[in-house]
């Protein structure tokens, strides 16, 4: 490693102290010459007054004497001084006796002289004697050349100079050597020796310089052995370090790829096995299908027969009978209901596992809904249960869903609770919640044993072993309650007492179509006579006031007297003869259906109306606007007619099936309807040309043209737009519902079906036909 000269250390100090070296030693010169010339300056002055005191007595001699001889050779001796450029003795009346003068010396550095001293200087002495000092006797005057001072001056300045520059250049010299000697040569050995070695392999220490031992440079050199060693154990432990790092990451891709390799194994398994199961659960939903299928099939089959029986059942039972007979019939009858619900029932389970079941999502009135199926399942309840309809008013009139499956479980519930009720209470109440709608039915019945509540859900399970014998059932009802709860997105709960009731509770999101019903406002004062704690009490003092009667509750024993009101609602026919005969006021009878008094009595207690429980807002709102209001007679006529306890209406039944057309044919005719039968599709076309009919009941499977086709070229025609076609079916599977829409049909009615069932569709189209 080569330093140039002027970048080394020594070189830089030297030349730094050189420089302060030669600045003070040329002050100190000029100081020295500062003072030599003052001393200089001064001693001219000195010499030439010594010259002048010497020569003052034989210059005053001279001219008191006026011997110019003397006077020349005193002058010429002053003239010897080498400074004296002139000198002359002038008598006291200005005459010169002796003057003498030499030329100035010429140099080249006169002007230097000059310009420090002055070119010449004059110097006057008077001239007097001395016992008479204050006669003058004349002046002895010298001119003073300052060159010959000057010279010598200048010569000593100039020898003081280069002396005091030699001196510093000798110094800087030394101190060159010795600072390269000192420091330079150890520091570029030591540069020198670091800049040579390898500090990967070469692990001996920086030699220190000889001599340096203990000074500054031995310390750096030790600093720097101690921080190479360091460096160097430092880099071992890294290399080391590194060198399991690399083992790790070798064996860790060694791990690595052996996970690797068993994932895709168990993947390639998986795969395998997903494949297995994929195609198992194809096989399962293909045999659930099957089954369904089958089912469907089976029902069918199973359906048409059965439609027969019952039909031809119900139709006897109707009939005179003795009650033998009657008893046998019923029991007949009651069994064949019971076959039609199980396979009802086993058939939507068989939906469910296939996936089949699919929802509805159109509007309907769920508070007419539950009053309907309260109103059928009526008959079930006992003499002493009293079934109430308790619908909030909030309740909107028109909610979005799937009304078959709303009607399911509400029928499922209120039935499981009528038919474990012996006494007391069965309410059905509904409400709407946050969330869309609460249905719940609570009964003051047998209750459920605690350890039977787990497993009510499962399907065929009943609470206790004597269920059956006692009150019949399958154990089918409250597990497709609950899964159809569940596909509706809700959920069905219950609690139960033994001994004291059930209250089984369907969360339903439903979501409203239409807020709740505008009621027309009444007036005037209702007196409700019932029983304390009574379904009907609690039901007519909500809804009574919602309506603007004003609503007063009395006790059964109340006096006739203390009974002052526009009408009167009472629950025991009893009591309205009595009351009758002490007041005039109209009458309302609420009471089980076959509690109802006959007409000949009813007609004796005019203006008088009676109601069949469970109430349904709707009648009882028609009825108390009639009789606070009443209407002429004829008018009462057609109200009821509407009302549709009797319809008037011709029917046209296209039926093939013989048993069948004699079932719907006897039932039409008790609902008081004109039937005409139509073996198939074409007689039915060939008749309604030439007839005209209210309503068409269409079987859909027949020879010859079947009833979808035969309501197609119906609805083609264009000439019976408004006519309502009713499909009748036995096929049970889910598509048979829009397949008779598609066809033109406007309803449906499976079979076998009973005669409220047909009554209320009757009710339904023949109302809207007539309406429109
Ligand atoms: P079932 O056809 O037997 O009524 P469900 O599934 O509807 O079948 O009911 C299962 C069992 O739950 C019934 O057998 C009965 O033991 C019990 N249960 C259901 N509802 C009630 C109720 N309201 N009161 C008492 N027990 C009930």
Request: proline share 5%.
């Amino acid at each position: 490693m080569d330093i140039s000269l002027t970048h080394r250390l020594s070189f830089k100090q030297a030349s730094l102290t050189v420089l302060v070296a030669f600045i003070l030693g040329m002050l100190l010169s000029l100081i020295q010459i500062g003072v030599d010339y003052a001393s200089e300056d001064a001693s001219i002055d000195r010499e030439i007054h010594s010259l002048l005191e010497i020569s003052h007595n034989p210059a005053a001699r001279i001219s008191y004497n006026i011997d110019a001889e003397l006077a020349q050779e005193l002058v010429l001796g002053l003239l010897r001084s080498p400074a004296v450029m002139r000198a002359e003795i002038i008598d006291n009346s200005g005459l010169v006796l002796a003057s003498v003068d030499r030329p100035a010396t010429q140099s080249d550095y006169r002007f230097l002289s000059d310009a420090l001293f002055g070119e010449r200087r004059q110097f006057e002495d008077p001239l007097f004697v001395d016992h008479a000092p204050s006669e003058a006797l004349g002046v002895l005057r010298l001119e003073v050349d300052t060159f010959a001072f000057g010279s010598d001056f200048l010569r000593r300045a100039l020898l003081t100079l280069l002396t005091g520059f030699a001196r510093s250049l000798l110094l800087s010299l030394i101190l060159l050597v010795l600072f390269y000697a000192m420091l330079t040569k150890p520091v570029v050995e030591i540069i020198r020796a670091l800049s040579d070695r390898d500090p990967r392999r070469d692990l001996a220490p920086v030699p220190c310089p000889p001599g340096h031992e203990r000074d500054e440079i031995g310390i750096l050199v030790a600093v720097t052995n101690q921080q190479l060693v360091n460096t160097h154990q430092e880099i071992s432990q890294r290399r080391e370090a590194e060198d399991r790092l690399t083992q790790y990451l070798a064996e860790l891709e060694n791990i690595v790829s052996a996970r690797t390799a068993e994932l895709k194994a168990t993947n390639a398994r998986l795969t395998l096995s997903n494949r297995e199961l994929e195609q198992a659960r194809a096989t399962a939903l293909e045999m659930a299908q099957a089954r369904a299928a089958f089912l469907a099939y089976m029902s069918h089959e199973i359906r048409t027969p059965l439609n027969g029986l019952l039909g031809m059942l119900a139709l006897s039972l109707d009939g005179p009978l003795s009650s033998e007979q009657r008893q046998q019939l019923s029991i007949a009858h009651d069994s064949g209901k019971v076959l039609v619900d199980l396979l009802n029932d086993i058939l939507d389970l068989s939906k469910f596992e296939a996936g089949q079941l699919e929802l509805e999502q159109i509007p309907f009135d769920l508070g007419a809904l539950a009053e309907e199926t309260a109103s059928l399942l009526s008959q079930n309840a006992g003499s002493n249960v009293e079934l109430t309809c308790l619908i909030d008013p909030q309740l909107p009139a028109q909610l979005l869903g799937d009304p078959t499956r709303v009607r399911q479980v509400v029928s499922n519930l209120l039935s499981n609770a009528l038919k474990f009720t012996r006494f007391g209470r069965v309410d059905l109440r509904v409400e709407p919640t946050a969330k869309g709608v609460r249905i719940t039915v609570s009964d003051t019945g047998i209750g459920i044993p605690e350890e039977a509540q787990q497993r009510i859900f499962q399907p065929f399970t009943q609470a206790g072993a004597g269920i059956t014998r006692q009150f019949g059932g399958t154990g089918l009802g409250l597990a497709l309650t609950r899964r159809l709860c569940e596909t509706m997105q809700g959920e069905l709960t219950f609690n139960s007492q033994e001994g004291f009731g059930s209250q089984f509770c369907a969360e339903l999101p439903l979501r409203s179509h239409a807020p709740a019903t505008d009621w027309l406002q009444l007036e005037g004062r209702v007196l409700t006579l019932c029983a304390p704690g009574s379904g009907l009490a609690e039901q007519l003092a909500c809804w009574l006031p919602r309506w603007g009667l004003q609503q007063q509750h009395r006790n059964p024993d109340t006096p006739a007297s203390e009974l002052l009101a526009d009408l009167l609602i009472c629950d025991s026919p009893e009591r309205l003869t009595p009351l009758r005969q002490q007041l005039s006021i109209p009458l309302l009878l609420v009471s089980p259906y076959g509690a109802f008094i006959h007409s000949d009595q009813a007609n004796r207690l005019e203006p008088f109306a009676q109601l069949a429980r469970p109430l349904a807002r709707a009648t009882l709102h028609q009825t108390l606007k009639e009789l606070l209001a009443p209407l002429p007679k004829h008018a009462q006529d057609t109200a009821q007619t509407s009302n549709g306890h009797a319809i008037k209406a011709r029917v046209l039944l296209v039926e093939d099936n013989a048993v069948n057309q004699l079932v719907a044919k006897g039932m039409l005719g008790k609902l008081g309807c004109e039937v005409t039968v139509a073996a198939h599709g074409a007689e039915a076309l060939d008749y309604l040309e030439r007839n005209a009919v209210d309503l068409v009941l269409m079987d859909c499977n027949m020879p010859i043209m079947d009833g979808y086709e035969a309501s197609r070229r119906i609805r083609q025609s264009g000439r019976w737009p408004e006519l309502p076609i009713i499909a009748l079916t036995a096929n049970a599977l889910p598509d048979e519902r829009e397949r008779c829409q598609a066809a033109g049909m406007n309803d449906y009615l499976a079979k076998p079906f009973r005669r409220e069932d047909l009554a209320s569709l009757l009710n339904n189209w023949l109302n809207l036909t007539r309406a429109d």
